[in-house]
């Protein structure tokens, strides 16, 4: 059986990007810090104790106040269940922090391969083939490996959903059961997700086609059907969690408390654009009475309830501040793309390479991360135009639109840093990508034929 050349050099490409994945691993041994600590500890705490407790108590107040003790296991849900049980599945058969970082490199085997086949599917061998390659040789993508995160994971899932979607993958109703049950952990991992279903039926939608006006009622119906089946599959797997919320914070939490804690540290009179303790916000509701229950115990859930809407009423009365402050994050978090790879990989790890070595490779990260993101946004600006112009084009470029203000709106209303964008990359990839072949294509006067990438 003869192997095709491009099978070939996929294959190439996935052995690239593998090798310089475990090469990352090996040289820079990070240690789990700040919030990936607490995904660490959490996932020990489920495997050994059968609790979801970290070690310290509390991990979102930095010192003791009246009515909270930083040592106190009082009950949580702050920190979404997803990306901890994943981590106690792995360490159940290998516990070490090697055994999750390994998977991490499978993991962007899956991103390189996803990369591949929806830049084929949409537009062509070649462009598959780049944006895999991109993704194999793209520093962040590398360095993230050897953290134990969830952006990795999560760009996994999204990839895998989205190619189980775009090869139309089953029957209409077995793949959104599939993509349900998908769309459940990704929410458990990232519970911004949860406003899955509504982005489904956009892309049910428009996986129809063009449609009559005349025939919009069965095409309506169908996409119903399957965002209705996507829905129920993923509750189904939420809704464990949410039980176990319900039994221990007295109070109906589907997933996580992290939202209002997030809107209440962004959202107040000092906010920056960027993170600050709970503690500094003005007449933190933390130094109060007002996060206690009627016995004069801290509950969790209305604590976070109370700051979400303490948030909101800021935010209400404050609209101008609230614009320019959205604003703020996404300039914090797009222009310093790159430049949290020290703080998250290399602060607290054992490097085996040359300390000089170490300035260099950051700003390898900024550079890449740099030109990735503004080529993308331009990307995304032209498509934009043309979206809005209701111009005819490829399905691809309506999923990276679809994602790219998705992943934007999100960075605007929670909260400014460059670790946020990783989930925009795949898409912002695609982009560069698709410029490339274009600008490539106008050089050398030929249209390569690939009508699939062309904006009529």
């Not at 919030?35 to 979102?60: C, N, Q, W």
């Not at 997803?82 to 962007?108: C, D, E, H, Q, S």
Request: charged share 15%; proline share 5%.
């Amino acid at each position: 059986m003869r192997i095709s050349r491009s099978l070939v050099w996929l294959l190439g490409i996935l052995l690239l990007g593998t090798v310089l994945r475990l090469v990352w691993v090996y040289e820079v041994n990070t240690q789990p810090v700040y919030d990936f600590k607490r995904y660490h500890d959490l996932a020990m705490s489920v495997l050994h104790h059968g609790t979801y407790e970290i070690p310290e108590g509390l991990d979102y107040i930095k010192a003791d106040t009246p009515y909270i003790k930083t040592g106190v296991h009082y009950p949580t849900a702050f920190r979404p269940p997803g990306y901890p049980l994943f981590l106690a599945a792995i360490y159940a058969v290998w516990p070490n922090i090697l055994a999750a970082k390994l998977v991490n490199v499978a993991l962007g085997v899956v991103w390189m391969a996803g990369m591949y086949l929806l830049g084929k599917r949409f537009f062509g061998e070649k462009a598959g083939l780049w944006a895999a390659f991109i993704t194999a040789i793209f520093p962040p993508a590398i360095s993230y490996t050897s953290v134990i995160s969830t952006e990795i994971l999560s760009v996994a899932l999204v990839l895998v959903i989205l190619c189980i979607h775009a090869y139309k993958i089953g029957s209409l109703w077995l793949r959104s059961l599939i993509l349900g049950l998908l769309t459940g952990f990704l929410v458990l991992v990232k519970p911004y997700y949860e406003v899955f279903p509504v982005i489904y039926f956009i892309l049910l939608w428009w996986q129809q086609g063009e449609t009559k006006w005349a025939d919009w009622k069965p095409r309506l119906k169908k996409c119903l059907l399957g965002t209705v089946m996507l829905a129920v599959a993923m509750a189904a797997v939420i809704a464990p969690w949410s039980v176990r919320n319900y039994k221990v914070l007295d109070r109906f939490v589907p997933i996580s408390t992290n939202g209002g804690f997030v809107l209440y540290i962004n959202n107040n009179d000092l906010a920056a654009g960027k993170y600050m303790d709970a503690l500094k916000v003005p007449n933190s509701i933390f130094l109060t009475d007002r996060i206690l229950d009627d016995q004069g115990t801290y509950n969790e859930a209305d604590a976070m309830k109370l700051a979400g809407k303490e948030a909101k009423s800021w935010m209400w009365h404050h609209p101008r501040e609230t614009l320019f402050l959205g604003i703020t994050r996404l300039a914090l978090s797009y222009s310093q793309v790159g430049t949290e790879i020290w703080e998250w990989t290399m602060s607290k790890a054992t490097l085996r390479f040359d300390q000089s070595w170490v300035n260099p490779t950051i700003q390898v990260h900024r550079l890449a991360s740099t030109l990735i993101v503004g080529g993308g946004l331009m990307y995304a600006t032209l498509i934009l135009w043309q979206f809005a112009r209701r111009r005819p084009m490829n399905p691809l470029h309506k999923v990276n639109l679809l994602f790219i203000a998705f992943y934007t709106a999100v960075i605007f209303a929670s909260e400014g840093q460059p670790r946020y964008t990783f989930v925009l990359f795949p898409f912002l990839i695609f982009g560069v990508v698709w410029l490339g072949t274009r600008l490539t294509a106008a050089m050398l006067g030929d249209s390569d034929g690939e009508s699939d990438a062309v904006l009529d």
